[in-house]
Structures are given as C-alpha cells and as structure tokens.
C-alpha cells in the first residue's frame, strides 16, 4: 500500500517509519510520497536523503485552506498515495481532505494518552496536572482534532524531575515504535473500523497461505468456504492494489489432472508476479474427484468419461458455473487457463482422439461474461 506521509518540522517519525520500511517492518507499506508545509526543515532533508519523492506545499503560499489542501491532494494523487501518515503534521486537516480517502486510511500520531489531554502542549498540560502517566496514541484523523477512532498506545511513566523536553524525549521513544507498527496493520489491512468508525479493532495477521492453501479451501467441497475463500482473495488484492487472475490450477502444480502428471509451467508463475492468484479447477469442483478422469466435450457439448463413456455434462456444466461464481466473488477480470482442455481450454479441444479449435465450458463462460483469457503459451 503507498503511503503519503505529511510533515511539518524535525521528522522525527517520518525517520522512524522510513527506518521501519528500510527493514521491511512496513509489511506492505511502502513510502511513495513525502509532503511538507514547510522549507528547509530537517524532515524534508531527511524524506531526500531516503530518495523519497520530497514535495514541498508551504501552506502560506495559499489563499485559503481550500487551494492548500487542493495542492496537498495533487501531490498525494500524483504519487498514487493510498492512505496518509501525519508525522508531525502542523496543519488542521478538513473534512473534504479527508473524504479523499477511504475511511480509516488517515492516521496521525498525538503525544499522549487520547482522549487525555490532546491539543499542541501534551507534554507542558500533562506535567501541570501532576499526571503520573502519559504516553503516545496513534489514531485516525477525524474532523474534530486529535479525536478520532484510537488505533494504539504506549504508556510513558512521567517523573517528578521530568520537565517538557525530558518528557517529550521519552515519549517521543514510545511513538517511533508504535507509528511505524500502526502504519504497517493499516497496510496489512487488518485495520477494522467499528461502531460506525468510531473505533477501531486491530485483527490478526493473516498466516502465511500458499496456492495450495488457497486451492484447498476453493475446492474443498463447502461452497459457503468457498466463497468466503473468493472475497478473501478479492479483499487482499484491494488492499495490496493488485489485480485477482484466476489460473487453472494443474499451471500451478496441482495434480488434479486425469493422468495426475505435474503440469506446473514456471513461465505461467513468472507472469503471474504483481497479482493476486486464484487457483481454480473446474473438474474438481464438479466433483469428479482427484485426479479428475479423463474426458471429451464433443461438438454438442456433450461432456463423456473416456472411461466408462458416460454422459457427465451436467456436473461438468455445473462445476464450471461454480467456478464462474467464486471467480466473480473474487473480482476477476483475467483468467490464465489451459490451452487445450475440455473445460479450461482457452483454444482446443480434443475430439475423437483428434485436436479441433473450441473452447472448454469454463472458458466458454468466463468469455460470455467479459472475463480477458490467456493461456499457458502465451507471451
Ligand atoms: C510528535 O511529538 C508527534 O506526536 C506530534 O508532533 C511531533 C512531531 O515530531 N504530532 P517529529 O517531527 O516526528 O520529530
């Protein structure tokens, strides 16, 4: 996910976050765009020294809020900026900014335990109310400052010889490590907003799921699982910004083939790179078992086991529709499928023991619906 972090002054976090990215604590995070209100401020020359796009929108060059806020979106735009980090972010932000961005997806970092004592002198407040504790607080930017949904905190324990300064470097500790991990959930996007986003819950990663994983679940026999599995996929590509392509599943190693032969295509895997990969096998899905038996589609449409001859075209014809099913729940606009098969086939199937031009039942299906197909030996 590309961020677009704003800032004002030292940089402190933005040294953090970018610290945090260097090391791959982003997860998926990654900073595409730097914004400062102001010149000549150290976080600038730090965002540069990154070799990270460094844009500076000194908001008193502007007549209004509006025309700075506008300057501050094309930046954002321009560098294709997914959510927002405020890391020292002077400005108020207003609602209209924020509705740029999809709910949740503005974070700003505060210098105390929200909702206790928000505003610009956390620290010089905290010490005259004797407070014995304080800490950093992530949180969502809302239109009422330092309000929004909490996201994370840190508590700090305040000392009676603490003064501004001292505090603040101690608290300052506590918001480099919780800034950059917050930054990284919502990139996850394990952010989950509730009570009508008024407050936030951080969900569990998600483990580590292979294709095999993904294609277990998809073909598994449960269509509710299925499914569920499908807008998982979908929700991860949104959130990575990726596109979901659905890929035969034998391309990528699955042996769900008649003869059980390992037709994993490295080539298929290489283009693959940069998408969500939906497995799929509209065979299995029909229930013919793994592997699945050998089988004809002839002229008619007529779907016969090599085996025994029988007529199977009412399960293969179900089998692909389920698979066009989960293949719409996920979002899919581009299948990568077998060239040569009675269901998958992009291009050819066999007849009679002889290879004609046609294409399987799924194909068939996905291209009514719209879907883009390509098969293993293309380009
Ligand atoms: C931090 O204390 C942060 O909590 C507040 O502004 C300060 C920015 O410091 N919002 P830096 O520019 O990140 O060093």
């Known amino acids: 996910m590309k961020l677009g972090v704003l800032v004002s002054g030292r940089g402190s976090n933005l040294e953090a976050i970018l610290e945090a990215e260097r090391r791959g604590a982003l997860g998926p995070g990654q900073?595409?765009?730097?914004?400062?209100?102001?010149p000549f401020v150290r976080?600038?020359?730090?965002?540069?020294?990154?070799?990270?796009?460094?844009v500076v929108i000194d908001h008193r060059g502007f007549d209004g809020r509006e025309a700075f806020e506008d300057a501050l979106l094309a930046a954002l735009h321009e560098h294709g900026a997914e959510a927002i980090a405020l890391a020292g972010f002077m400005r108020i932000l207003t609602p209209r900014f924020l509705s740029a961005f999809a709910p949740g997806r503005v974070l700003n970092i505060h210098p105390s335990?929200?909702?206790?004592?928000?505003?610009?002198?956390?620290?010089?407040?905290?010490l005259a109310a004797g407070a014995r504790v304080t800490g950093a607080t992530v949180h969502l930017v809302s239109a009422s400052v330092d309000q929004g949904a909490i996201v994370t905190q840190a508590p700090v324990p305040v000392f009676f010889s603490d003064d501004e300064e001292r505090l603040a470097r101690r608290v300052l500790g506590a918001e480099h490590r919780i800034f950059p991990r917050a930054l990284r959930w919502l990139a996850e996007g394990r952010l989950e907003l509730f009570a009508g986003g008024s407050r936030v819950r951080v969900l569990p990663p998600e483990p580590e799921r292979t294709l095999t994983d993904r294609y277990a679940t998809l073909h598994a026999g449960s269509l509710l699982a299925a499914r569920a599995e499908a807008r998982a996929i979908a929700h991860v590509a949104a959130t990575l910004g990726r596109p979901v392509v659905a890929v035969s599943a034998c391309l990528l190693g699955e042996r769900c083939r008649w003869d059980a032969q390992d037709r994993r295509d490295d080539g298929v895997l290489a283009r693959l790179a940069g998408a969500e990969v939906l497995p799929i096998c509209p065979e299995v899905l029909a229930g013919f078992g793994i592997p699945r038996p050998a089988m004809e589609l002839d002229a008619r449409g007529v779907m016969r086991r090599l085996d025994s001859g029988a007529d199977v075209t009412a399960s293969a014809l179900a089998g692909a529709e389920t698979a066009a099913l989960l293949l719409r729940e996920a979002g899919v606009r581009r299948a990568l499928l077998k060239q040569k098969s009675p269901s998958c086939g992009t291009r050819a199937l066999r007849q009679d023991g002889a290879l004609v031009p046609g294409q399987g039942l799924l194909a068939r299906a996905l291209g009514a619906a719209g879907v883009t197909l390509s098969a293993e030996d293309d380009a």
């Open 31 to 38: 900073v595409a765009v730097v914004v400062s209100s102001r």
């Open 43 to 54: 976080a600038v020359d730090l965002a540069r020294a990154a070799g990270k796009p460094t």
């Open 113 to 126: 335990l929200l909702p206790a004592f928000p505003g610009a002198h956390a620290h010089r407040d905290v």
